[in-house]
């Protein structure tokens, strides 16, 4: 709620929504990282502000800061670390976002069980948002590790993402991604080289048209969403839940899960977004709608 509030003052279309980590991804990550526990992962729980520049997605991440900075000892439970910021630092594979990592708090005797475990706020702008979701359509599709640290992916396919990522951040006016070009006559010469010699524009384009939502109503009062994406069925299954149905919801969540276990495409998320409209926006990726992003990469090769 504070992310909300805090967003929507900054920039009134801020989309906020938030999710819980899926499981095939705490996996990875366990594996990536051999020497973390379970209670270090800070991003099994966590929030997300997609701003629609990066100019205002500074304003929040300073917003932040600043009542840091304000707050008596012991009050706040973020440490202003900027460890975190992907958009000053971008990451080789050209993932751009900040992340605030918090510590839950609680005096409520029911509640103090869950101090100190980590939970993360992602704060990201449009461009940052299309980008880091077509990476993850394009996992899902292509079945190559794109997110991972141990490397599976085509060279094109890492090349193609790291230059598109670089060519957003230079629009942006921010830092280029480790290993790409820093001017953008020469990243729109490589990044079309790479569009003439590949399929992935079209595949990009093709996925839009695969998937069928099935058939759903939008459900009055509905605050919780749990979607499964079934890519080999190319079907996308929505089941909404209110407020006060938060156990049921979690309980549709774990069974869907399990359900999946041997369907390893298949993506199920439980996430809550600000209205119904909003989750196409919010989660384009589920709704394999790579439009915008296409659009976006045109302009820049041009």
């Known amino acids: 709620m504070t992310l909300k509030v805090r967003a929507k003052k900054i920039d009134p279309n801020a989309l906020v929504a938030q999710r819980l980590k899926r499981r095939p991804s705490i ?23 997609v701003l629609s520049n990066v100019g205002q997605v500074k304003r929040l991440v300073a917003k932040y800061k600043e009542f840091h900075s304000k707050s008596p000892k012991g009050r ?14 971008p990451k080789p594979d050209g993932y751009r976002s900040v992340h605030l ?5 609680s005096e409520s005797d029911d509640r103090r069980v869950y101090n100190g475990q980590r939970i993360e706020i992602q704060i990201r702008s449009k461009l940052q948002h299309l980008w880091a979701t077509a990476v993850e359509m394009a996992q899902l599709f292509t079945g190559q590790a794109l997110k991972s640290k141990v490397k599976n992916a085509s060279e094109d396919w890492l090349r193609f993402f790291a230059l598109t990522s670089s060519a957003f951040a230079l629009r942006e006016k921010c830092a280029p991604v480790p290993g ?63 407020k006060e149905e938060a156990a049921q ?37 589920y709704y ?8 976006a990469v045109i302009r820049e090769t041009v």
Not at 101 to 105: E, H, L, N, P
Not at 254 to 262: H, L, P, Q
Request: proline share 4%; net charge negative; with cysteine.
């Open 27 to 49: 996996e990875i990550k366990l594996r990536d990282n051999p020497n973390m526990k379970l209670s270090q992962m800070h991003d099994i729980g966590g929030c997300r502000a």
């Open 180 to 242: 790409t070009p820093d001017n953008h006559d020469e990243i729109a010469q490589e990044l079309g080289a790479i569009l003439d010699r590949t399929d992935i524009m079209s595949k990009l384009s093709d996925w839009n048209d695969t998937v069928h939502l099935l058939e759903v109503k939008k459900t009055a009062g509905a605050h919780f969403y749990l979607l499964i994406l079934d890519p080999d069925k190319r079907t996308l299954n929505l089941q909404q839940f209110r």
């Open 249 to 285: 919801a979690q309980r549709a969540y774990d069974k869907a899960e399990k359900d999946t276990e041997n369907s390893p495409n298949t993506q199920v998320v439980l996430v809550s977004v600000d209205d119904f409209d909003a989750l196409p926006r919010a989660y384009p990726n």
């Open 288 to 295: 394999v709608d790579t439009k915008e992003f296409i659009a």
């Open 101 to 105: 990592v918090f510590r839950y708090q």
């Open 76 to 89: 706040s439970d973020w440490d202003g670390s900027d460890d975190f910021d992907y958009v000053s630092r």
